[in-house]
């Protein structure tokens, strides 16, 4: 299907994971779940799950210092190598999905005195993983980072301000750890990118976009995009991503690839309105460091997609035509 669309930068879908993030569960000695994590989920997704439980996310809690017990994408990394017509793309989670809550409900199980600690070590592995994945020959290695959104959106800062954490400082640790795997990617010639999600992880009454757009703190977020040292970003750019003068801070010479696809709503966009979407971002970033990317993957968890396989597929195709025009133009 990839092929079929016209897509030139191959995934194998990560089929093989429970969810995106499963990979720091499974691969980390020191980890134990405390069962699906149905707390957090909106109100439809949480129904849908408690008929599947095995198939909800869990809840991580670390018990014991963190050890590798096997690679994380090397089956997938291997899959891609014998099979994608070109160049292929690998992700991993960042850093930045270990929050304190990893910590918080070990009931006296204290593995790390400090969360930095914690994030120290989490780095140190996933940088391990992206230099063979990069030694290996992936062309493309991903770090999937929505963890960011915490520092990037007012309501969400404020609230880590309200709980007594200081959101700069949070930002320094985690960009450095990033950094880390970023580093590791680049080491052996791949692209290292990284993914930065704004919040769709959204299905309730407010529809696939959340109820409007965002409030970022433009400080917090002009560092992010000036100090991760990534190749290329990929942006959430719908209804709820925001407007171009998000990157209007942000280093002219790093590709910037705009997920203007939303892949939470069934309707598929219309080319037009896109190309407008290019044109505005333009005048902040040059048009050959654009791109276009969904806003995030058809699906997050094995439980279900969001929209209909014939629909991913039409807004592919619709993707690649839309790109086709702006940068054949």
Aim: proline letters at 6%; aromatic letters at 6%.
């Amino acid at each position: 299907m990839e092929r079929a669309v016209g897509l030139t930068i191959y995934s194998d879908g990560e089929f093989r994971r429970k969810s995106w993030h499963h990979a720091l569960e499974i691969a980390f000695e020191g980890i134990v779940s405390d069962g699906p994590e149905f707390d957090r989920l909106p109100e439809l997704r949480k129904a849908n799950l408690t008929e599947n439980p095995e198939l909800a996310p869990p809840n991580p809690v670390v018990v014991a210092p963190l050890r590798s017990k096997g690679r994380i994408a090397a089956h997938e990394a291997a899959f891609m190598q014998q099979h994608a017509p070109g160049a292929f793309k690998i992700t991993i989670p960042s850093p930045a999905m270990v929050t304190r809550r990893w910590l918080s409900r070990q009931a006296g199980r204290t593995a790390y005195p400090h969360y930095e600690d914690l994030i120290a070590d989490v780095a140190k592995l996933l940088a391990d993983e992206a230099g063979k994945l990069a030694a290996e020959g992936v062309a493309y290695i991903q770090v999937d980072a929505p963890g960011y959104r915490r520092l990037m959106v007012r309501e969400s800062v404020d609230q880590l301000r309200a709980a007594g954490i200081d959101p700069k400082r949070e930002l320094d640790m985690l960009i450095e750890a990033d950094n880390q795997i970023l580093r590791s990617a680049k080491r052996a010639g791949s692209t290292a990118a990284i993914h930065i999600c704004h919040g769709t992880f959204i299905l309730d009454g407010r529809g696939a976009s959340g109820g409007g757009p965002v409030a970022y703190d433009p400080d917090l977020a002009a560092e992010l995009y000036n100090r991760l040292e990534a190749d290329t970003f990929l942006v959430e750019y719908t209804e709820r991503g925001g407007g171009p003068e998000s990157l209007q801070d942000a280093p002219k010479n790093k590709t910037y690839a705009l997920g203007v696809f939303n892949i939470r709503d069934p309707r598929i966009e219309d080319e037009d309105a896109v190309m407008r979407k290019i044109e505005a971002a333009a005048k902040f970033i040059p048009l050959d460091h654009l791109a276009l990317c969904p806003n995030c993957g058809f699906s997050g968890m094995a439980a279900e997609a969001w929209v209909a396989p014939d629909v991913q597929k039409r807004k592919l195709e619709c993707l690649v035509a839309t790109a086709s025009k702006i940068w054949r133009e």
